[in-house]
């Protein structure tokens, strides 16, 4: 009755009331896109999916008709779609709860060698009891051929059939149907059509993995499949990563080479996904991530030494092609990166451009570069107060200036530090030992001497033509790093 019988100025009404709807939607429209925008932009886990677990056993004497589990990101070129990536779980299930690390893994078929199975065991030969408790290894076979990976699958389930139980190792894959179009891709570069689609596949291939990561863990580093690991490398991560504790930071990195030892936020994990999808055929992946790095502010490479991973293949897995790359930084004991207790530096050697003293004693890949030096300059480290030191290393010149080495230098240790005109300086020093080959190194310093130490020095007892690059100096302490 009421609609047949309405008033007139109730059709006035309505078409007010018409009117004002229209008005005001369109700054909740605004507001909603924009918002939807950013979310997509900056979101960080919510688009990982509650996946159903199946029985262990299952999955390892299954994997081809294993259950599927369900991840879901959005694709940055398409704000209003989503992609939806449903893994495969070959062997494994994770575990509820958070690991310190995740070291993620992405493997194709190679026409020559595979190190997959080796990659696998040193990073769990090389970790202790204890390490082995904050770690997963996640594996993703990427390769489109599914005898293959079922072939590897039942290779990786018989050797480490007990780390697979222990949760410490996943294999997954995320199915070819998922994977965007390898045909007719750019060809930046003039590379050959056939590489273009290699890098871009690998692009894809690891930007699943990322995102299958994004919860496991509180931090993310990326091998590849064909690496050697240093004994203890958690151990020496968390040092470091503890070091930068109150500094900004997207990627350290521990290993100079490719795609190996780059370590991440795991919150950081879904951009990173994002973005490699995006740019998947505009270039190879290692370029791409110094674009990401640069992109959230992080505008110099952080990269520490000695290197905590090694290059170990001999056969590329583009076309088996020769690649013999090694790290000459990497070292198989060096979970004993120094501790080097604040300090202040200062030299009489003329500086070269930026190379300044500061930049020998960093962890990070950087050095001193100086004009020749002569008879009676020195490089002088002044501790912010007196340490206990039980090793001191230090390296000169670099493989690309093996020239600019200190030929005549002695290392020498001080206390009893003043204040002079030309700044703090120890009054009274101890010779330690003389460079030999551009390095010097001395051991149970503690031991050798009855005092704690307040300053170390570098003294050249004889002119040299050559100019002169401190590479490293490394001190060890008696106390952790942390406690300075």
């Known amino acids: 009755f009421f609609l047949f019988n309405r008033p007139k100025h109730h059709a006035e009404f309505v078409d007010t009331m018409r ?77 509820p709860r958070k690991k310190y690390l995740t070291i993620g893994l992405s493997s194709v078929k190679r026409k020559k060698g595979n190190y997959l199975l080796e990659t696998i065991k040193s990073i769990f030969d090389q970790s202790s009891y204890e390490e082995l408790k904050e770690i997963v290894v996640v594996v993703h076979l990427a390769d489109f051929d599914l005898v293959w990976c079922e072939n590897l699958v039942q290779e990786i389930t018989r050797k480490f059939a007990h780390h697979i139980i222990a949760g410490r190792l996943l294999v997954i894959q995320a199915p070819e149907e998922y994977y965007p179009s390898l045909d007719g891709l750019k060809r930046n570069y003039n590379d050959p059509e056939d590489r273009v689609r290699f890098r871009s596949k690998q692009n894809v291939d690891y930007a699943f993995l990322l995102n299958f ?21 958690l151990t020496a991560l968390k040092k470091v990563i503890t070091s930068r504790e109150g500094s900004y930071w997207v990627m350290l990195e521990f290993s100079k080479l490719g795609y190996i030892g780059k370590l991440y936020h795991s919150r950081d994990l879904p951009r990173l996904a994002h973005f490699l999808l995006m740019f998947y055929q505009e270039m190879p992946c290692d370029w791409l991530l110094i674009h990401f790095r640069g992109l959230l502010a992080q505008k110099d490479v952080i990269r520490f030494k000695p290197s905590l991973f090694q290059h170990m293949g001999y056969y590329s897995s583009y076309k088996g092609a020769e690649n013999k790359l090694k790290d000459d930084d990497f070292e198989e004991d060096s979970v004993d990166i120094p501790d080097n207790p604040p300090a202040s530096m200062y030299t009489n050697i003329n500086v070269f451009e930026s190379y300044d003293a500061a930049k020998a004693y960093s962890t990070v890949d950087e050095y001193f570069w100086g004009k020749p030096p002569s008879t009676g300059d020195f490089f002088l480290i002044i501790f912010n107060k007196s340490t206990k030191i039980v090793r001191i290393k230090i390296v000169t010149g670099t493989e690309d200036r093996r020239s600019d080495v200190l030929r005549h230098g002695a290392l020498e240790v001080g206390q009893k530090a003043v204040d002079t005109k030309q700044g703090r300086r120890c009054s009274s020093y101890i010779t330690l030992g003389e460079f030999k080959g551009g390095s010097v190194e001395a051991d149970d310093v503690d031991r050798k001497i009855g005092f704690d130490i307040e300053c170390v020095r570098v003294v050249v007892t004889a002119g040299q033509k050559e100019w002169l690059i401190i590479r490293t100096i490394g001190l060890w302490t008696t106390q952790p790093a942390s406690q300075f």
């Open 213 to 233: 990561c994004t919860n496991l863990s509180h931090f993310y580093m990326m091998l590849e499949d064909d690496v050697r690991c240093s004994r203890n490398f």
């Open 19 to 95: 009117c004002f709807r229209k008005r005001s939607m369109f700054p909740f429209l605004g507001f909603l896109i924009t918002f939807l925008l950013f979310f997509n932009l900056y979101m960080d886990d919510g688009f990982v999916l509650e996946a159903e677990k199946r029985p262990l056993a299952e999955t390892l004497m299954h994997p081809g008709n294993s259950e599927r589990y369900a991840h879901t990101f959005t694709d940055l070129s398409n704000f209003s779609g989503t992609i939806n990536v449903t893994y495969r779980y070959l062997a494994g299930i994770p575990l």
